[in-house]
């Protein structure tokens, strides 16, 4: 799980820190440019606290300069009563940051919007502000937008995992199709594929899933999968955990099939490759496929398989064909 932003704003503040310190050597600097490499996050931050200390380094200046004016012979208890100030000035001033910093992280975490999407064949694994972190599987688009009272997300078509960070204050929604999902903080999956019933898996925690606009949201819990229709009724089924794994395995780039169809197994490689497997023997596409392959290789697989049953294949530029060996 990515870091939080708050915990991202006050190392910014350690480096900028560092960075203003005496000796601050050539490895250091190194290390903050890596940092600031590694997320987006980072750089805002890290210009956000910089851009902050300038502002109190402006205002320390011109209180230091009031406090240097009294005049020369001035008594102790003055003196004292100087220092006092100091200390007040300082504990200002470092309020005052404190303050800049944590509403710097609120807007960044409240006032957010963004377009992603994955090209066919590709995943993709994105940290949102609020340390939420959204998987994208292959050929999928979401929209992203953050307020001050609602975390939304649009689906427009394929398949994410959500990690959501939890905050009870601001619900995280997915919007699909006509189905809706609300969530506080969990980890499920929405699968949304043309032509095919809209699937809501979750592994983690409890998630509330509407199917239309006129339905009343049914609670789903861990281990468990909503299927919804395009008439929006909706069945909730149990899912094992074998059966998650099995769901989920595209993030690591590949399929599984249990006892799966090879017709059905041609149509799941045609959602990662535009290399078509085709298989017009009926007989042949009801046979039975068992294994784990790399999402993006169709040809593999069907080598695989005509291996196992003695099939005949024949590779073209875009698709390649299963027959029955009659040789």
């Known amino acids: ?57 402006r205002l320390g200046g011109a209180a230091q300069t009031a406090i240097h004016e009294p005049e020369a012979n001035v008594s102790v208890l003055a003196q004292h009563m100087t220092a006092r100030r ?10 005052s940051l404190a303050v800049i910093v944590l509403c710097g ?17 590709e995943t993709k694994v994105i940290a949102l502000p609020d340390g939420s972190q959204l998987t994208m599987n292959t050929a999928t688009s979401a929209s992203v937008h953050y307020t001050l009272i609602a975390r939304n997300i649009t689906l ?10 939890k905050n009870k204050m ?9 189905s809706q999902v609300r969530a506080v903080g969990t980890s499920f999956e929405v ?16 998630v ?13 819990s861990a281990g468990t999968r909503a299927v919804v229709g395009a008439d929006g009724k909706m069945i909730v089924e149990p899912v094992s955990v074998g059966q998650i794994a099995k769901d989920l395995a595209w993030r690591d780039g590949y399929i599984v099939f249990r006892r799966q169809s090879l017709g ?41 398989v005509a291996i196992f049953w003695n099939l005949k294949v024949v590779v073209s530029q875009d698709s390649v064909r299963l027959t029955q060996n009659k040789d």
């Not at 497997?277 to 042949?284: G, K, N």
């Open 1 to 57: 799980m990515m870091p939080q932003t708050n915990e991202i704003y006050w190392r910014a503040a350690e480096w900028s820190a560092q960075a203003d310190a005496e000796g601050f050597s050539a490895a250091q600097q190194a290390a903050l440019d890596a940092w600031l490499g590694e997320d987006l996050r980072h750089m805002g931050a890290y210009l956000a606290v910089r851009a902050a200390l300038a502002r109190v380094n």
């Open 86 to 95: 100091r200390l007040v000035l300082i504990g200002s001033i470092a309020a």
């Open 105 to 121: 992280t609120a807007w960044w975490a409240t006032s957010y919007e963004a377009v992603y999407a994955t090209a066919l064949g």
């Open 156 to 165: 427009s078509q394929g398949e994410a995992l959500f990690d959501v960070a």
């Open 170 to 178: 601001r619900p995280f929604v997915v919007s699909a199709d006509i």
């Open 191 to 206: 699968t949304s594929l043309r032509d095919q019933p809209l699937q809501v898996m979750v592994r983690e925690g409890v």
């Open 208 to 220: 509330k899933v509407k199917a239309s606009a006129h339905a009343d949201a049914i609670a789903v």
């Open 264 to 304: 059905d197994a041609a149509r799941e490689f045609g959602r990662y490759s535009k290399l078509r497997i085709i298989v017009d023997d009926p007989v042949l596409a009801r046979k039975a496929v068992t294994g784990r392959y790399v999402a993006t290789d169709p040809a593999g697989f069907a080598k695989a």
